[in-house]
Structures are given as C-alpha cells and as structure tokens.
C-alpha cells in the first residue's frame, strides 16, 4: 500500500457508499471508507458522494466532526472529488427545505433546478466542457454521464464551471477550482468514461 495514495471516502450515514468504493478500487485506488475525522486528516485525498437532502447531510457532517476537518484540510491544499450531494456540500448555502448552511468552500448556493421537464433529473444527459481539467483527459467534449438530482449549483464565480447540462435549461454540472473538483453527475454510475475519470483523480 505504500506505493498508493489513500483517498478516503467520507461516510457521513447518506447514501450507498460502496459503488463508489468498487469504481474507485477498479480506477487503482487505495480506498477506505470512514466516518472518523482522524481518517480524513491521514488520507491523501478525499471523496465525498451522497444522496439526499442537503440539510440532512450537514447535520450528520457537522454531528461526525466532519465538517470542520474537511474545510481545513481542502484549504490546506488537499485533493478534493465531490460526487452529487459532494458537489452541492461544497457550497455557502441551499434552500432545500429551508435555508441551510454549506461548507463554503466555494461561493455560490444550491437551488431547485429551473426546467419544466420532470424533477428529478433521472438518466444519461450531455456535458459541454468549459475550461481544461486533468480530471476530464481523455473523456470528450459532449460526452454522456448519469443523473438523479432535483438541485443545482449556483456558482458566483464563472471561473469555478467546469462543464454545463442542457435539461430544459443550462444547469452547472461540474466545478473546478485548484484541487477541488466536484461533478453533478455520477462517474461510479458511468461506464467507461466515469472510470476514466476516477482514474484521472487517483492518479
């Protein structure tokens, strides 16, 4: 194990971990899965997927200790995948079911997706590329990726999109800024081009 770096998934009681921890595993990674906020602290990088509400999640973050060592450490310059709910945690606010506070790694909030197509958002859907990433080497522009949300990001900062989605409106489907990254959609549930993309973050 030496000769890996450990990306430590963030379990923090939302959502099945384990696909995640099989794609991860099958992209070369050394992976342990941990509610432990000492694990998260040793660990070269960090994945925080989930599902469900935003406000729920933060509880069971800041309830776990988890919350305040994963600011820091992703202020200290830690690697940083964040995987549907992972993306949304990483911002200053969300008004699902009320007003809840965020990470506030990134400035921006998370809102009700503005569409007239049916919520959520279930299924296989385009990304446009909007700057360049070493986490999307190798995977094309207009590739297709795999969705289940009902929220969005909201970013001020253009510079942080990474890629858009066209779902009866343009919503935000990845940010990047320096060692965080974090997508809408699901690589674990992906096929190839979501493994190349955990391949791309391990390496």
């Known amino acids: 194990m030496a000769d890996k770096s450990t990306n430590v998934i963030v379990d923090y009681g939302m959502g ?40 729920d999640a933060m509880a069971h973050l800041q309830k776990r200790g988890l919350a305040d060592v994963i600011r820091e450490e992703v202020t200290a310059g830690k690697p940083f995948l964040g995987i549907c709910l992972g993306l949304d945690l990483l911002f200053e606010e969300s008004d699902e079911h009320g007003l809840h506070q965020g990470l506030g790694l990134l400035p921006g909030r998370v809102e009700l997706i503005r569409t007239k197509l049916k919520i959520p958002h279930i299924g296989w859907n385009r990304i446009a590329v909007h700057k360049e990433s070493r986490l999307l080497a190798g995977v094309p522009n207009g590739s297709y990726f795999y969705f289940v949300h009902s929220y969005v990001v909201a970013p001020r900062e253009d510079s942080d999109i990474l890629c ?15 060692n965080v990254t974090a997508f809408q959609f699901h690589p674990e549930k992906s096929s190839s081009l979501g493994l190349q993309i955990l391949r791309n973050f391990v390496s």
């Open 164 to 178: 858009t989605t066209e779902y009866g409106c343009e919503f935000v489907s990845a940010v990047e800024r320096d």
């Open 16 to 55: 099945n971990l384990r696909s995640v921890e099989k794609a991860l595993e099958q992209a070369g990674a050394s992976v342990i899965v941990s509610s432990e906020p000492e694990d998260v602290r040793r660990a070269d990088a960090i994945v925080l997927p989930g599902v469900g509400a935003f406000g």
